[in-house]
């Protein structure tokens, strides 16, 4: 007999939402042979499934789509510029998708929120829409993955401390 599925991992409601809160995106990942690829992504979202899903710009994150593909090793952090609140997720499922044109809100949400988050240092809307979030959607790839762990990197004496996935 079957047994049913297992719920997938996924991060509790507070960090989910804060994927989507202006942080800034951090990749990294290995190909099948070790070698480490970094980059940095444009938007994330934790799926309805508890899978995350990162979106992060072709042309500048090829090699790291492409160690994703040979591994499927993920680690992923976000960190909010004006908190300094931080978390570090890692996966070893992680595949390659195709972003989509719905993918096109997430993008400008994460996008605004960011600016709005960093305009207080000095930033400008033209730097970093020059830097970074000049793109549309079609030059845009997605990974997703499910949860192994996830910790609190938040500097402090708590920095470190696992953050309990949801199941």
Known sequence: MLEPARPLPQLPPNWAAHLE???????????????????RALAAQA??????EVL????????LLAAVQSSGRIA??????????????????AEVCTATPGHAALFERCRERFIAQVE???????AIMAIWYDLDVQRLAGIRFTPIGAWDQTPGPGAGQPVELLR
């Open 21 to 39: 809160s202006g942080v800034s995106h951090r990749l990294g990942s290995s190909h099948a042979d070790g070698q480490p690829e970094i980059c």
């Open 47 to 52: 799926l309805a499934d508890g899978r995350l």
């Open 76 to 93: 992923y952090v976000a960190a909010q510029p004006g908190s300094h609140l931080t978390l570090h997720v890692k996966g070893v499922d």
């Open 56 to 63: 992060l710009a072709v042309e500048t994150g090829d090699r």
């Open 120 to 126: 207080p240092y000095g930033f400008t809307r033209e």
